[in-house]
């Protein structure tokens, strides 16, 4: 076969397959409700309720990791009416196009919020309110309780009595945490000479680092093992390991560095009514305690103490989390990101 | 009057011609085109554009490329890749020629079982694979609970995990039969007849070994260390579980701007480096082959 030939029936049938694939996009369902969303944020326990008093179905696809839901929102999004998105990863979201803003008046529960909450600057654009924060996650470190019995300063991490047990989460977060304890005020947006302590006082820990963690049941399998006695973290962390019977605690550094999820509704949503719906309803103080109870995730909505058991809240430190709310460094975009994973890559290559 | 006679001297179409050409040709083509066409020809593309927070902007550039030398990191990296993929090719290709070796021509009657408990290993997932040596490895793992119970070590030995030790003997292990199971093929064609005239001119076993088992089992090393160099050099899998701290390899990178760095031109530039890097290593291997051919 002649190579032109070869390449004209290739094309042929290369452009058959292209046309195949166009025409078999799921489509939205009249009465459906898509979700782009993390498992457990849409249990059936408060899924169930919503669909019953609005006589519709809800349909969901679980995400792995944040950047999944952004790599679907940047391929088109029809797909879904709502998704679930980072404090980090709003204003990306918001200013790329991805979602719609939000109407205020259609979510009266939106007000129950923490005050903070319902002004975050990067959740707005032009005075334009675009996210529903849903649930909170505050970075804790998890130590060993039984090793580290005392001691609630995130320079433990740098301890060299802990040399070799140590582990840090591999994610540009972990530079904000370290920079928050270094004193350094714009966490997300730091200069060169500030990005460069950073990355050296990261790189003088390195011998006393045993290895970097990304997902969440490796930290867990690290302590569990004995390998590690102490690491930035999740809270899912230090509860799951506590379930597992490994004696640890977990400690919050001051000022506390955390990330919210919120709901925002896609570009393009037919069902713009019905989201409005869904996110009042998640918001709701009974769906937020209900939740936290199920799912061990931290509310948004302080009135949720009312709907869940007083040993959530205790668990939770909910009482702490009203106090610190006003001084959290949240999560929020970083201009450079690209950068900051170049930097996170060299102290890894160093 | 000139018109009709041109029209009329056009060759008429064969359509059999080229139906035969679809049924036959059309799968293997579609194939190529689909799996190796059109990825590598998107990557080369991609690789020339940029980003503007989550839009790829199509705006021709060579920026990515200057980016690979720009920060240090990349080129280390990617030497540290090579490095393991070299330990881990030298070690595999030593370890799996050695079992082909003894399956093919020490075991007799045993020969088609041990075979078959070499393609085992292949059966299960590779995470897993790679995974059990963070247990075999670790603090508390086989090896020093072993240790510990004779009375050799006090503490647990630290250095077996997260370094690239545990890189490489993982990789090596993963890639053993990638080796032997071409290597074994090869032994299996060698007549008996040669070795045994080679042995009757007064050959000594060694001697059979260098000048004719081992020139005529190159057709199975050749493409079991091809196969285990390129992939081990890519590989994500073990760095990221066992690598620890300084164990970080190109592929890691790579992921990072698909992922969280959303930077799929910078990731496809970094791929094509990769490729390149690779396509060189594996010529100069054919080159090396047909030296010795």
Redesign the interface.
Known sequence: MERREFLKTSTLLGLTAAVGLKFCRPAAAAGELRLLTWEGYAEDAWVKDFEQANGVTVTKTYVGSNDEYMAKLAAGGADYDLVVIVSSLAKRAIDAGFVESLDVSLIPNFSQLYPRLQKVGFIFKDDQLYGAPTFLAISPVTVNAEVIPEGNDFGILFDKKYAGKIAMWDDVSTLGDVANWMGIKDVWNMSDDNLNAVKQKLIEQKPMVRTYWSQAGEAIDLFMNKEVVASNSWSYITSTLKSRGLPVRDFVSSPPVGAFDSHFIVKGSQQRELAHKFINHILSPQSQGEIADLTGYTPTAPASKDYMKPETWTALRMDDVGKMMDEMKFWEDIPRRGRYLEVLNEIKAA | MILTELSSRKPAIDWSWHLR??AF??PA??Y???FI??PYANLLIYSFWKTD???IVRDFNLGNFARVFE???YL??IA?SLLVASIVTICAVVLGYALALYVAFFTGMRRKFLYFLMVIPLWTSFLLRAFIW??IL????VINSGLAWFGFTDEPL?VL??NRFSVCVALTYVFIPFVAIPVYAALEKIPPATLEASMDLGASPFYTLRRIILPLSLPGIIPGAIFTFCLSFGDFVAP??L????G?MISS?II?QF?????WP?GSALAIFVIVVVGIAVALARLLERRYE
Request: charged share 10%.
């Open positions: 050409l679809v040709l059309g083509a579609l190529a085109l689909v066409l059109v927070n989550y839009t920060s240090p990191v280390s990296v540290n963070r247990l670790g603090r508390e793992g630290s995990l997260f990221s579980l690598g620890g701290p300084s970080i990178v990072n992922g969280s760095a959303f930077d910078f």
